[in-house]
C-alpha cells in the first residue's frame, strides 16, 4: 500500500529548574536541599506566585498549526524524558515549502529569522488560576525559546534538533528550561468511503494528491438495520418487522459490516446499546449514551459460522467500545475504548461537530498518554498493532474526518436529503497498519463515529431516509 508523507514534530522533556550555581546554594547535603527550596521559594514569591502553587505552562507554537499548550514541572534532576508536550503533524508537501526560501513562505514564519521555527512561551501561574474571593494572578511571561529549523535538516530518519537545558529569560536568576525538540517522518495510509456509509458504498484507498490522485478498491461496506443477536460470539442480523420510523423513540441495532475485495467480512461495528432520549428530555445524554461494539472475525474460535439467508456470519470478537451523546450546544460527544482481556483502555474522549458540519475524530497517544499493549486486531496475531509503545515513540494513529456533500459515486438515493449525505476519510499511520486487515477494524470504528451523529441527534428530529429504510 502506497503511503502519504508527513512530518511529526514533537516536543518531551519540559521541566523547569532553578540553577544552584546562580543562587549560591550548592551542595548535596540535606541542608543544602532545604536551602535550594527556601531560594526557590523567594524567587517564585517575587513574581507573585505562592510558593505553593509553583504553576508553570508551556505554549508551544509552530507555523500553521494550532498552538499547544502543557503543562512544565519544576525539577531538581533530569526531567522525564517520556513525557510528550505536543505533536504536530505537518503534510511533507506543506512542510517542504515551509522551509523553501519563498518569500511566501516567509509571511507563515515566528518571528522575524529567515527559518521557521518551534517556538515555546513558558508563563509562571496557572490558565484560569484564582483564589476564592474571585481575584486572579495573572500569568507572567518567564522566556521565549525558539528552535529554528534549517532548510537542509534531514527529518527523514529522525532529527533531534534540541535536547538539554537553556536559560530561561530573566525574571528568576538561573532559571533554566529543558526540552527535547524532534522530527521525524510519520506517513499515513489514506482511505475513504466512496459515498454515504448508510448506502453501503465502497471504501477505497487515496494514492498521490491534485491530478495525480487515483482511488483503488480495498474494501466493501454493508449497512443494515434489525435485531443483531451476540450469542458466544456469533454477530447474526435477523429478519424483522420495520422497528423504528425516522421519529422513533429509540434508535437501535444497526450495524456495519466491512467485506474485504473476496466478500468476506473483516470488521464490523454493532449497536450494542440503543440510542433512546433522557427522561424528559429529546436528546441522548452523557448519562446515558448510546454505545457501539467494534468487531473482528475470532478466528482462533472453534464455533461454527452461523449462516443466516444464505449468507455466513462468523464468530467475533469485541476490539473497541465507542460511546456517543449529545451535548450542550448541538455537539457530539465520544468516547472509544480497546477491549483486552484484562479490561478496557481509553484511547479517545473528545467531542466534534454536530452532523450537519465538518468535523474529526481523533487517536493519538501522544501527550502524557500511557497504554498497555494490545495485540493485532487479527487475532492470529499475524499483524502487529500496539499502542503500548513508550510515549517518545507514540503519537498519531488514526485521523477521521467527517463532511456532509454529495452521496458520492456509492449507491445512489431518490432521498430528498441526499444534499447532507456522509463521505468519510480516515488517515492511518503506517506503523500500526501492516496488512489491510489491520485497516479494516479502522473502516469499523470511522463508520460507527459517523452514524454516531445521526444516531444522537434530537429525537424531535426525523432521521434521514437512508437510515429509515426497511433491510431485511
Known amino acids: 500500500m502506497d503511503a502519504r508523507d508527513f512530518v511529526k514534530l514533537s516536543v518531551a522533556g519540559l521541566g523547569l529548574r532553578i540553577n544552584p550555581a546562580s543562587t549560591g ?52 534532576g533530569e526531567p522525564d524524558s517520556r513525557s510528550v508536550a505536543a505533536n504536530f503533524y505537518i503534510d511533507a508537501t506543506v512542510f517542504n515549502k515551509l522551509l523553501s526560501p ?6 507563515l514564519r515566528v518571528g522575524s529569522g529567515s527559518a521557521p521555527s518551534v517556538e515555546l512561551v513558558v508563563y509562571a501561574g496557572r490558565q484560569g488560576y484564582g483564589n476564592s474571593s474571585g481575584s486572579s494572578i495573572s500569568s507572567k511571561v518567564l522566556g521565549v525559546f525558539r528552535v529554528p529549523i534549517s532548510a537542509d535538516s534531514d527529518w ?33 495510509y489514506e482511505f475513504q468511503f466512496d459515498g454515504d456509509i448508510a448506502l453501503s458504498p465502497q471504501i477505497v484507498q487515496v494514492k498521490g494528491k491534485g491530478a495525480g490522485k487515483k482511488q483503488q478498491p480495498v474494501f466493501s461496506c454493508k449497512f443494515s438495520k434489525g ?17 423504528e420510523s425516522g421519529n422513533s423513540r429509540e434508535r ?22 440503543p440510542f433512546v432520549p433522557f427522561t424528559g428530555s429529546d436528546e441522548v445524554s452523557r448519562s446515558n449514551p448510546g454505545g457501539w461494539l467494534i468487531l473482528v472475525p475470532d478466528s482462533c474460535s472453534s464455533a461454527t459460522d452461523v449462516v443466516h439467508g444464505g449468507h455466513s456470519y462468523y464468530s467475533w470478537r469485541a476490539w473497541g467500545r465507542l460511546e456517543a451523546w449529545r451535548q450542550d450546544g448541538g455537539r457530539l460527544g465520544l468516547k472509544f475504548q480497546l477491549i483486552s482481556h484484562t479490561g478496557s483502555i481509553l484511547v479517545s474522549e473528545t467531542t466534534i461537530p454536530s452532523s450537519n458540519k465538518a468535523g474529526e475524530f481523533s487517536i493519538d497517544t501522544g501527550p502524557s498518554v500511557h497504554h498497555s499493549p494490545l495485540p493485532s486486531p487479527r487475532s492470529s496475531g499475524d499483524c502487529s498493532f500496539y499502542l503500548g509503545l513508550p510515549t ?13 456533500g454529495g452521496s458520492g459515486s456509492g449507491r445512489r438515493s431518490n432521498s430528498t436529503s441526499s444534499s447532507s449525505a456522509s463521505r468519510a476519510t480516515v488517515q492511518l499511520s503506517t506503523r500500526y497498519i501492516t496488512c489491510v486487515e489491520d485497516a479494516a477494524v479502522f473502516m469499523a470504528l470511522a463508520a460507527a463515529v459517523d452514524l454516531s451523529r445521526d444516531a444522537c441527534q434530537p429525537f424531535s428530529r426525523k432521521l434521514r431516509k437512508e437510515l429509515c429504510r426497511d433491510f431485511f
Open 227 to 243: 435485531r443483531t443477536r451476540m450469542v458466544q460470539g456469533d454477530l447474526t442480523p435477523s429478519r424483522t418487522p420495520r422497528e
Open 25 to 76: 546554594t550548592g551542595g548535596t547535603d540535606a541542608g543544602s536541599s532545604s536551602l535550594k527550596r527556601r531560594s526557590r521559594t523567594r524567587s517564585l514569591g517575587r513574581i507573585g506566585i505562592p510558593s505553593s502553587s509553583n504553576c508553570f505552562f508551556c505554549e508551544i507554537r509552530f507555523p500553521g498549526c494550532q498552538p499547544q499548550t502543557s503543562q512544565v514541572p519544576l525539577v531538581f
Open 252 to 273: 437501535k441495532s444497526w450495524l456495519v459490516t466491512i467485506h474485504d475485495l473476496s466478500g468476506s467480512p473483516v470488521a464490523a461495528a454493532s449497536m450494542v446499546t
Open 156 to 188: 527523514t530518519d529522525g532529527l533531534l534538533l534540541h535536547g538539554g537545558w537553556v536559560k530561561m529569560g530573566s525574571f528568576i536568576s538561573g532559571m533554566e528550561l529543558h526540552a527535547a525538540v524532534k522530527l521525524e517522518s510519520d506517513p499515513r
Open 102 to 107: 519563498n518569500p511566501a513562505s516567509c509571511l
Open 392 to 404: 517518545t515513540d507514540s503519537g498519531f494513529v488514526m485521523n477521521c474526518e467527517l463532511r456532509r
